[in-house]
Every structure is written in C-alpha cells, then in structure tokens.
T-cell receptor
Framework: GEDVEQSLFLSVREGDSSVINCTYTDSSSTYLYWYKQEPGAGLQLLTYIFSNMDMKQDQRLTVLLNKKDKHLSLRIADTQTGDSAIYFCAERIQGTYKYIFGTGTRLKVLA | GAVVSQHPSRVICKSGTSVKIECRSLDFQATTMFWYRQFPKQSLMLMATSNEGSKATYEQGVEKDKFLINHASLTLSTLTVTSAHPEDSSFYIC??????????????FGPGTRLTVL
C-alpha cells in the first residue's frame, strides 16, 4: 500500500537553509506536493513537482526528486522565523485525485 | 487564488449529539471534495471523496453511517458526524478540486474545523 514517511522534527537557525526529506512507496505517483500547516490552520500549497522532473525551484524553495529512490526533498533557503510550521509532503495516486500525506515534519526556526 | 471555507471553525458538543460541518468553494465550482481527519500532531487521513450529485466514496475503515457526507451542489459539501463520541474529537479538514484547474489547483484546503465531543 501507499506509505509516505518524513522525519518528525527539524530545528535550524534563522538565515540557514532547511532541508526536509520525504520518502514514498508508490512509484506510479504522478505529482508530488509540499504543503505548509501553521498551528490550528488548514494547509497551504507551497510547491509541487511532476514525476518526470528532477528539480524545481521557486524563489526560496527548491524541490528535488529522486524517482529511483522514491525520495523527495524541500530546501528552504534563508529560513525565517515565519517558516516555523509543519511541512507535509503528499503524493497523488496515479489515475485518481487522491492524495496520500506524509507524517509531517515540524520545523522550528531559532532566532 | 481559489478559496475554500469551512463552518464552523470550532464546535463543542455533548456525547450522542450530531454535528454538521460545511465546506464551501467560494469562487470556483468543485465537482469533487475531500474530507480529511487529523489527530493532534499527526498527518491527515483521507476519510472520503465527495462527488457532486452522487454518493461519497469512503476509505477503508471509515463508517459511512457515522460520517454522513452530502454534496448537493457544486459549491457545498457537508459532513455530519452522527451520535458523536469523545473519540470523534479531531480536526476535520476539507478540500475542493477545481475541475478546470491544473496540478497546483487540484485541491484547495479549507481552514479546518476543530470538533470536541464532551
């Protein structure tokens, strides 16, 4: 079945880069997403990558996809205190509109 | 961008009562909406897929008689938690799919509803 894993916590200093990792098991996933969730709030789409791409950059965000290893990462450059939140990766199951969410990584940015 | 609202944002009810949560797409038509459940410090678990004008499709392990879903229009889906019990306390999040959008507009998420059952 589908299973998406993330490390639970990440702590970085303000101004440093953050790298959040995600591994998934469904090799037929078409799109992979990164969402941000602030306390008590819904999910905000940060970026996404199509499965035939290796990398996507969007301002401070860089997504890397290693399809062979089923590994996805999100790099946040120049991390700010406002980036503190929970980050979820999600995969869209091929042939459906269903998303499987990762376990979430809680990012804490230290001033 | 597309906006999805949920109402109420927070509800407290007594055990045994039923609670209805609304999910609305405000500026687009949503042929498909999704209902998720999130326990504290955990991920989102898909409960069901709601299709306008037809029956919802429930994920394995989700009781359809307990979590009633109605998607009567292209902008509104409702989730009713029937005979709620304390173990139903959770954060319920809906999302809506804009059929006319691309991959980054496929699902827009509501702000969530925090249900507490006493």
């Amino acid at each position: 079945g589908e299973d998406v894993e993330q490390s639970l916590f990440l702590s970085v200093r303000e101004g440093d880069s953050s790298v959040i990792n995600c591994t998934y098991t469904d090799s037929s996933s078409t799109y992979l997403y990164w969402y941000k969730q602030e306390p008590g709030a819904g999910l905000q789409l940060l970026t996404y990558i199509f499965s035939n791409m290796d990398m996507k950059q969007d301002q401070r965000l860089t997504v890397l996809l290693n399809k062979k290893d089923k590994h996805l990462s999100l790099r946040i450059a120049d991390t700010q205190t406002g980036d503190s939140a929970i980050y979820f990766c999600a995969e869209r199951i091929q042939g459906t509109y269903k998303y499987i969410f990762g376990t979430g990584t809680r990012l804490k940015v230290l001033a | 961008g597309a906006v999805v609202s949920q109402h109420p944002s927070r509800v407290i009810c007594k055990s045994g009562t039923s609670v209805k949560i609304e999910c609305r797409s405000l500026d687009f038509q949503a042929t498909t909406m999704f209902w998720y459940r999130q326990f504290p410090k955990q991920s989102l678990m898909l409960m069901a897929t709601s299709n306008e004008g037809s029956k919802a499709t429930y994920e394995q392990g989700v009781e359809k008689d307990k979590f009633l879903i109605n998607h009567a229009s292209l902008t509104l889906s409702t989730l009713t938690v029937t005979s709620a019990h304390p173990e139903d306390s959770s954060f319920y999040i809906c999302s809506a799919r804009d059929a006319g959008g691309g991959p980054d507009s496929e699902q827009f998420f509501g702000p969530g509803t925090r249900l507490t059952v006493l």
